[in-house]
């Protein structure tokens, strides 16, 4: 049974541009959670979606920043302009309900990069 | 509102000594508690979890916790380091019922030969 998978596992982007990050849960997972990483600071929750629906946005900023989890393929992250502090790493994690009775399973994570 | 501190960012200890990694937490609701391990550019790994069922939880890797409610403690105990142990371990926490993690800011373990 694979794991959480994220890609791309690296993200090179140049202020202004557009990030796009992808995150497949596990079979049978239908719970979809986005953390964020900054260096020197513990995860913080952005969003929380399952399938066509998001049902907690109340981490993510305001602007530039969007989630999505269609009904088939991937969640996509989509960070629009980036600028620099948007460096961070990006977690996903995939749960097969969504209450903290089961554990959430983390992805290895997308490191952006800002130059 | 939940909140979680870990006293001290780095902990460093001999191979094959004690490892005590300290967490406390806030939650106005009754918690629901965990420890992750992350390895380096690596996700994290679930070490145990506490969910209102026995105070002292047993999880993978030799690592253990025990929930304290007057403390409001979650400490993350080894007897024995190894050298696999050197990693950064977060303490989080979540309402009952709820599904939102809040994290610590992480504790790295070096582990000395």
């Known amino acids: 049974n694979a794991g959480v998978m994220q890609n791309p596992r690296h993200l090179v982007r140049r202020r202004g541009q557009e990030a796009r990050l992808r995150c497949s849960p596990m079979?049978?997972?239908?719970?979809v959670y986005w953390y964020r990483q900054l260096p020197e600071e513990g995860l913080k929750f952005m969003v929380y979606?399952?399938?066509?629906?998001?049902?907690?946005e109340s981490g993510m900023p305001k602007e530039r920043f969007s989630a999505e989890f269609p009904k088939e393929g991937p969640s996509i992250l989509r960070i629009q302009q980036v600028v620099r502090g948007d460096s961070a790493a990006y977690f996903c994690?995939?749960?097969?309900?969504?209450?903290?009775?089961?554990?959430?399973?983390f992805g290895p994570g997308t490191r952006l990069t800002v130059t | 509102a939940q909140s979680v501190t870990q006293l001290g960012s780095h902990v460093s200890v001999s191979e094959g000594a004690l490892v005590l990694l300290r967490c406390n937490y806030s939650?106005?609701?009754?918690?629901?508690l965990f420890w992750y391990v992350q390895y380096p550019n690596q996700g994290l790994q679930l070490l145990l979890k506490?969910?209102?069922?026995?105070?002292l939880v047993k999880g993978i890797n030799g690592f253990e916790a025990e929930f304290k409610k007057s403390e409001t403690s979650f400490h993350l105990t080894k007897p024995s380091a190894h050298m696999r142990d050197a990693a950064e371990y977060f303490c989080?926490?979540?309402?009952?019922?709820?599904?939102?993690?809040?994290f610590g800011k992480g504790t790295k373990l070096s582990v000395i030969p």
């Open positions: 994690a995939s749960s097969p309900t969504g209450t903290a009775t089961y554990e959430q399973y």
């Open positions: 079979k049978g997972h239908s719970h």
């Open positions: 979606l399952q399938k066509e629906n998001i049902i907690d």
């Open positions: 939650s106005s609701v009754p918690p629901y």
């Open positions: 506490y969910t209102s069922a026995a105070t």
């Open positions: 989080a926490v979540s309402g009952a019922g709820s599904y939102q993690l809040t």
